[in-house]
Each structure stands twice: as structure tokens, then as C-alpha cells.
């Protein structure tokens, strides 16, 4: 932490007895409306810390600028990843029931109030110091901190140490304790969408009801009962997971999170434009976009008979025999000795000659050296090719030829298919709606949207279109994203959260649970359809 406690409140009290309440609430306001430092003005780490920076602000203003600070440094984006702990001093007699009624300041948190309390009936310290203070004991600095969910889940504010100019901390206890160890019974409000097999539930009379086995569901389950704090499962208004609009705002899923209308969320895909407006938790699971078509299928037995070569392969086949003609007809004319009672043949007759000898038919070249030379040549590449031809016809009457399959996204934009999503407020449309990389904009511009999940399932099994989802079907993904929990911005407790994930990770707990719930017979009609193995390849970068 960065300062001194003790000359912290020492500065408190000079400032209240040169009266300079208002200057000190001019320099809050000037203070706020400047950016943060862009830099540590010193770096040091509290022996007690968590791994992380602290950063401490000693507020010298009036209550209401004092919440203002609060509301400013804790819930946005002033040194993210640090903690961050505010002392403040109002020059005002400020007690219990005045900070509880605060709007802003109850629910704060790491933040202490000092006040200069008169304590009437006694100090409430023990004799020994309160006689070692003397006349000092009636007039000490009480702190007041705000525990925003001691009191059964709810607020309350305490008195967690005194201090006297002379002695210094009179109680010793932590200024600034961990408030997210236990929630003492408080509700929490998580919304979500079906996205098995890792959030389910099911409503009955309109009442959402979580499913007893799904990764998230048993993940929140755990946290919960170690952090002591029940929960309800809400749903978005619009039915979406969330996509960024125009006025940077978040539709669905995040936008509930980001507007406060739940605490947090299950099972979201971790994005950078989402954690602008969101704070994540850590990702407990990586699940690729990639799109699903329909499986290859038996090609129009029809077009065998052109099948076993390719189009540039019939263009040069089909110029050779074109070309030949003429040339074998121009080396005949040129090379037959005027003395030689041999007649050479007619451009008709050297294409049939051509033609002939291209099917293996028997033909009676000119009894001149060249002329014999170039009918072996031709006679051999002829040979090979139509051997070649033959052998691949066969296979394919034999085992007919199926569709080819598409595994990558290059693949898909070259193909004959049409390509869609079913959730527009999902994070693989904000992908590529937003992403500079060329590819991206070609599938987006493409998208043909379908209504539900069951129609885009079908038109992917039953005609040429890829679906893009988070379904293990194609061997290349578009982009890989972890799977993590959206909690409100400045969310004070997310660190609580992450110390659980962790240790479920570390347990081995979440691998658990989706290997068996993927290998569960019971739940087969989902299974056989989404969990397909195949290899990763890296998503292009934009």
C-alpha cells in the first residue's frame, strides 16, 4: 500500500483545524476530472497481497464528493487489476446511520471513513489505555468501514479500530480485510441462456429452475456453498447472449451485466471488446467457433463418366487431340522423300489415324523413321492416359464418389454452400461483424441467418449450408474462445470468484463434469450430435 496510515490521519486532522473543507472538495473535483496517471507513481506490493498491485487514495472532501470518488476510482476503469483502497476525512462529524444512508457509500467497499466522533458513556477502551489517553480518550478518530454484505447478505457499517494522535491504532484490527470471503446468505442474480452441457434449466409455471447436472451449474453450485450466498437464474429480455450496437452498448446476456440488471452471468465467450464493458472471470474452458454442414453424400452418378479427371485434365486431353491432328498431317507432308512411293495421308484421314491409335485401335503409320517416332510417343502418353481413365471409371462405378467435405473457412467461402448463424447477438457475430481480417468480411457479408437452432441443424443436414456454431464438426476452427462468467463492471468480487474457478481447475472438477456428462448415456441425443473429435488449427488474426 502506498502512504502512511498514521500521517494520513495527521493530515486529516491539520486540514480540519485550518477549516479548508471546501478547497479540499475543489481539488476532488479537479482530480476527477482528469484522466488516471498512466504510470505508478510508486510500485510496491503489500507482503499480504494477493499478487497484485495496491494503489491507496486519501480523500480530503465533503460526504457527497467523498462517494463521488468512490463511484469514480472502484466501479471504472482507474488502474484496472489492482487493488485499490480509499481513506477518506470530511472534516464533519459523520456516524453510522449518516454513511448507511448513503445511496452510493452502502455499498461501498475497501473504504474507510475517518471521523472525529465524540464518544459519549465512555471510550469503550480498556482502562489501562483509557487512562494512559486521559481527556484525550473523548475526542478520538473512530473509522467507519462499510461491509456490504455482513448483515445477513445485506450492508452494514462498522467500526473496525480508533486511533489517537498519540497511540496510534487503539483495536488493531485489519483496516482493510477481505469483505468476499463470506456473503452471509446474500442473493445474487445470475442470467443465462440454455447452452448445454454447460447451463440448463427449465421453467415450470414461469419460474426458471436450474438443472441439477451442467458444468456451470455445478460450478456455481461449489462457489456458492463456499462463499455462503444463494442464487436465482434469470434470463435476458431480448433472449440474446449480446452483441456491441451502434452506441456501443451491449444487447442480451452482457447487457444485463453491464446495465446491472444481474450481478453476473454463466457461461459467456470471453472477448476483448466485451471486457471493455464487462469485467471476466478466468476462462475455465476453450470451445472453437467452427461451422457443421451436412455429411458427404453420393455425387450424380450421371457425370461418372467425366469424374476421374478434372477440368484442366479434360482441357489438355481434349487440345492434345485437337493439336495432333495438324501436326502429325504437317510432319507426314514435310518428311516423305518425293522419291518414295508412299502417299501421305489427308488432314481428315491423320485425324482419324489420331483417334484411332488414342483408343488403343490398330493403325498403320508411314514407313519413315520420324513418322514412326512420333506415332510411339503418341501411342505410349495415349496409352497411359486412357489406362489411367479406365482404371479411375472403374473405382468409381464401383464405390461411388462422395461430396467433398469443408473444413476450413477458405474452403467454405470458395464452395458452392451458404453459410449462416441462428444467434445474431452472439459473440461469433460480433466477431465478424467487427474483425478487418478479408476472410472475415466475406463470410459476414454472406451470413444468411436462420430462426431457431432446430431449422439451422436441419438446412445444414439437408441441403448445402454450413452452420456456424460452437458444435465439434469441422477440423478447423474460425476462432477459439474461452468460456468465462461476465460480472458487473468494477465488480468488486470477481477475485472471490476467481480463487474458486481456479481451485475447481486445479481439482480437475470441470474436466470431470463435462467428460461425464459428454459420455453420459442418458444424455445421447445431444452427445451423438455436438461432441466430434478433431484437430485445431490456429484462427487468422486480425
Given at each position: 500500500m502506498v502512504g502512511d496510515m498514521g500521517l494520513g490521519l495527521e493530515v486529516c486532522g491539520f486540514s480540519e483545524s485550518l477549516g479548508v473543507g471546501s478547497p479540499c472538495a475543489w481539488e476532488v473535483d479537479a482530480f476527477l476530472t482528469t484522466p488516471p496517471p498512466p504510470f505508478f507513481t510508486l510500485r510496491t506490493k503489500h507482503v499480504r497481497a494477493d499478487k497484485q498491485y495496491c494503489v491507496a487514495f486519501v480523500v480530503l472532501a465533503s460526504l457527497e464528493s467523498v462517494a463521488e470518488v468512490f463511484a469514480e476510482v472502484q466501479q471504472t476503469s482507474w488502474f484496472l487489476g489492482t487493488a485499490k483502497?480509499?481513506?477518506?476525512?470530511?472534516?464533519?462529524?459523520?456516524?453510522?446511520?449518516?454513511?448507511?444512508?448513503?445511496?452510493?457509500?452502502?455499498?461501498?467497499?475497501?473504504?474507510?471513513?475517518?471521523?472525529?466522533?465524540?464518544?459519549?458513556?465512555?471510550?469503550?477502551?480498556?482502562?489501562?489505555?483509557?487512562?494512559?489517553l486521559g481527556d484525550e480518550a473523548r475526542t478520538l478518530f473512530a473509522l467507519l468501514q462499510n461491509c456490504p454484505y455482513c448483515d445477513a447478505g445485506d450492508p452494514r457499517v462498522n467500526l473496525v479500530d480508533k486511533w489517537s494522535p498519540r497511540e496510534g491504532f487503539l483495536i488493531g484490527r485489519d483496516l482493510y480485510p477481505d469483505l468476499f470471503r463470506d456473503f452471509n446468505?446474500?442473493?445474487?442474480?445470475?442470467?443465462?441462456?440454455?447452452?448445454?452441457?454447460?447451463?440448463?434449466?427449465?421453467?415450470?409455471?414461469?419460474v426458471i429452475v436450474p438443472a441439477d447436472n451442467c458444468v456451470?451449474?455445478?460450478?456455481?453450485?461449489?462457489?456458492?456453498?463456499?462463499?455462503?450466498?444463494?442464487?436465482?437464474?434469470v434470463e435476458p429480455s431480448d433472449g440474446q447472449?449480446?452483441?456491441?450496437?451502434?452506441?456501443?452498448?451491449y444487447t442480451g446476456v452482457i447487457g444485463a451485466v453491464e446495465r446491472r440488471e444481474a450481478d453476473f452471468s454463466l457461461n459467456i465467450a470471453i472477448t476483448q471488446d466485451r471486457e471493455e464493458k464487462v469485467d471476466c472471470t478466468i476462462g475455465y474452458?476453450?470451445?472453437?467457433?467452427?461451422?457443421?454442414?451436412?455429411?458427404?453424400?453420393?455425387?450424380?452418378?450421371?457425370?461418372?463418366?467425366?469424374?476421374?479427371?478434372?477440368?484442366?485434365?479434360w482441357a489438355a486431353f481434349s487440345i492434345t487431340?485437337?493439336?495432333?491432328?495438324?501436326?502429325?498431317?504437317?510432319?507426314?507432308?514435310?518428311?516423305?522423300?518425293?522419291?518414295?512411293?508412299?502417299?501421305?495421308?489427308t488432314l481428315v484421314k491423320s485425324y482419324l489415324i489420331i483417334f484411332a491409335a488414342c483408343f488403343n485401335q490398330g493403325v498403320k503409320w508411314l514407313p519413315v523413321l520420324s513418322n514412326r517416332v512420333f506415332?510411339?510417343?503418341?501411342?505410349?502418353?495415349?496409352?497411359?492416359t486412357v489406362t489411367v481413365y479406365v482404371a479411375m471409371l472403374t473405382a468409381t462405378l464401383t464405390l461411388p464418389t462422395l461430396s467433398p467435405t469443408l473444413n476450413t473457412l477458405e474452403e467454405l467461402v470458395r464452395s458452392d454452400f451458404s453459410?449462416?448463424?441462428?444467434?445474431?447477438?452472439?459473440?461469433d457475430y460480433q466477431l465478424l461483424k467487427s474483425s478487418t481480417v478479408p476472410l472475415y468480411q466475406k463470410v459476414f457479408k454472406g451470413l444468411s441467418p436462420c430462426p431457431s437452432l432446430d431449422e439451422c441443424i436441419t438446412l445444414a443436414r439437408d441441403s448445402k449450408y454450413a452452420f456456424i456454431t460452437q458444435l465439434h464438426v469441422a477440423t478447423g476452427d474460425i476462432f477459439p474462445v474461452e468460456l468465462g462468467w461476465a460480472m458487473n463492471p468494477g465488480c468488486p468480487y470477481r477475485h472471490a470468484f476467481d480463487r474458486k474457478i481456479r481451485a475447481l481447475l486445479q481439482s480437475g472438477l470441470i474436466s470431470k463434469w463435462l467428460d461425464d456428462l459428454i459420455h453420459d448415456p442418458q444424455r445421447g441425443s445431444w452427445t451423438e450430435k455436438w461432441a466430434c473429435p478433431r484437430r485445431r488449427i490456429p484462427a487468422p488474426q486480425s
Open positions: 483502497y480509499i481513506l477518506s476525512y470530511t472534516a464533519e462529524v459523520i456516524t453510522k446511520e449518516m454513511l448507511a444512508a448513503d445511496p452510493i457509500l452502502r455499498t461501498s467497499y475497501d473504504f474507510v471513513l475517518a471521523t472525529r466522533l465524540p464518544l459519549e458513556g465512555g471510550s469503550g477502551l480498556p482502562p489501562r489505555v483509557e487512562s494512559s446468505g446474500h442473493r445474487f442474480r445470475a442470467v443465462t441462456l440454455v447452452y448445454e452441457p454447460f447451463s440448463c434449466y427449465e421453467k415450470i409455471d414461469g456451470d451449474n455445478n460450478m456455481l453450485r461449489e462457489i456458492a456453498n463456499n462463499l455462503n450466498f444463494t442464487y436465482v437464474f447472449w449480446g452483441h456491441r450496437l451502434d452506441n456501443g452498448s474452458h476453450v470451445e472453437p467457433i467452427t461451422f457443421a454442414t451436412s455429411k458427404p453424400r453420393p455425387l450424380n452418378q450421371a457425370l461418372a463418366l467425366i469424374r476421374p479427371f478434372a477440368p484442366n485434365m487431340l485437337v493439336v495432333t491432328g495438324p501436326l502429325y498431317f504437317l510432319t507426314c507432308k514435310f518428311t516423305v522423300a518425293p522419291f518414295k512411293k508412299v502417299t501421305p495421308p506415332g510411339i510417343t503418341y501411342v505410349i502418353t495415349m496409352f497411359v453459410w449462416g448463424i441462428q444467434d445474431l447477438g452472439a459473440a
